[in-house]
């Protein structure tokens, strides 16, 4: 390959690839935003209904930066973070089954909002070492075609990617399917073997910082014939 054929090369990808990437980002971003509001609005609605409940179980929303987002219920807190890369699908995904990727597959570059569940007692008391798990995750592609995936349920949502846009419904249709499932499946004993066991360091520690690593597991089934065509 000589200097032209390089250059001609580079330029191609700038005009074609680089550029899609660059439309999956903002695509992603205005996306992102939008989540954001529905939170808000999701935090509100509940609490209206939950009215003079125990404040202890109300929502609370917090705006932790451009790229991520926090929903504390009761005694879990959701994180929603938008990865700022655009990322490509391994050839054995079952996007590349779907009709609207053998079209153009550029459509299949997204950018990806992951869901996690922590435990709110990990961030009030700093437990650096608890452990909070990924249950969900949400692709979006430059013209707003969406998809997720949930821990038991690996891109089970695809038949419908190329002809659902993500919008304020649909966001608000997995924020309550994740708060559902959070609230469901509660915290784990960790096995006998596993704590009978600690150092005087380890529990100097723990009695300077209150910190005991703890988590649990979760399923998310997002059910993709919801969403809002």
């Keep these: 390959m000589n200097n032209e054929e390089i250059k001609k090369g580079i330029v191609d990808i700038l005009q074609t690839k680089a550029v899609v990437k660059q439309d999956v980002f903002e695509s992603t971003k205005k996306n992102f935003d939008l989540l954001k509001e ?19 179980i109300h929502l609370l929303f917090e705006d932790k930066g451009e790229f991520v987002a926090q929903l504390k ?12 890369n655009t990322f490509e699908f391994d050839r054995d ?21 992951n869901i996690y569940n922590f435990l709110y007692d990990s961030f009030r008391y700093n437990r650096e070492h608890d452990a909070g798990y990924l249950i969900a995750r949400v692709f979006i592609n430059k013209e707003g075609h969406y998809f997720v995936e949930g821990k038991r349920q690996k891109g089970t949502g695809i038949n419908h990617f190329g002809s659902s846009i993500i919008n304020a419904e649909n966001w608000q249709k997995i924020i309550e399917t994740a708060i559902l ?19 005087m360091m380890q529990m100097n520690g723990e009695i300077l910082s209150s910190k005991m690593q703890t988590g649990k597991r ?11 065509q």
């Design 38 to 56: 529905v939170l808000k609005k999701v935090q509100h609605e509940y609490n209206l209904q939950l009215d003079d409940t125990d404040t202890r």
């Design 73 to 84: 219920v009761a005694g879990d807190v959701l994180v929603f973070h938008m990865h700022t």
């Design 93 to 113: 995904h079952e996007v590349w089954k779907s009709d609207y990727v053998k079209t153009d597959e550029n459509n299949s570059y997204c950018g990806v909002v």
């Design 181 to 199: 499932y959070s609230l469901e499946f509660d915290l784990l004993v960790p096995p006998y073997d596993d704590v009978k066991i600690i150092s």
């Design 218 to 228: 979760l399923g998310f089934v997002y059910k993709a014939d919801d969403v809002q």
